[in-house]
């Protein structure tokens, strides 16, 4: 859970009007969506609408209420992060939250849909190469799921891993959804197999990267490691910048 979600909200997040709500239709069925004048403060699963109004006031210490329509703007925007749009800007309450748990999921807002990045990818692109464990205890507390696409971030032996919107079977879903061979991600992960080269540009990446996909098979080399790919000599993609998973 989030600094608003761990214990009384300090006053950052009960200050402020009521935030207003919605429900809308995704790749997992219908999710809650609240937001208000800052940005969208949570999305989430709950049984039905009492049941996400009171999880939504004990976590936050706020009233909220329903809300007739989305923002028009706000609507379009999610819809277009949601189809895999990172250019689309969503407005976020980032009230309560840390710097470091900031700098986590805007890291994951630049992973491609339809590819998937190691929590060591994160720890290593925001500077913090041994806080692998941190990483993922701050994508558990994305309070805004699908859009920040925490998802899309795996474990560091290359198993798709836990999901806090509703577990692994929901983060199979969405990520197959997006373009992901999730089994072929297993069976790699169950190898040890972690990076894909081409024997033609003698470069390797992440196994989702979009250059990785268009090796064919003739050409395509795996590696168990970083250091293994450039003992061979091959050199990192610039794309998906691979890094020591630790």
Known sequence: MSSCER???????????ADQYTVIETALGPVFVAWNGRGVSTIT?????????????QAFGRPIRRATSMPAALGRAIAARLAGDRRARVPVDWRGRTSF????WKKALEIPA???????????????????????TALARNPIPLVIPCHRVVRVDGHIGEYGLGGPKNKRTILQAEGVDVDGLERLAGSGLRYTGSDTTRIFCLPTCRNAR??????????HSEREAATRGY?????CRPAVAA
């Open 7 to 17: 214990r009384r909200p300090p006053p950052s997040c009960r200050t402020g009007l």
């Open 45 to 57: 699963e709950a049984a039905d609408k009492t049941a996400f109004e009171t999880r939504f006031r």
């Open 101 to 104: 748990e900031q700098a986590v």
């Open 114 to 136: 339809g590819e998937v990045r190691p929590y060591s990818w994160i720890a290593r692109e925001i500077g913090r190469p041994k806080a692998v464990r941190a990483v993922g």
């Open 214 to 223: 268009r090796v064919t098979a003739a050409h395509r080399v795996r590696f």
């Open 235 to 239: 050199r990192a993609c610039k794309v």
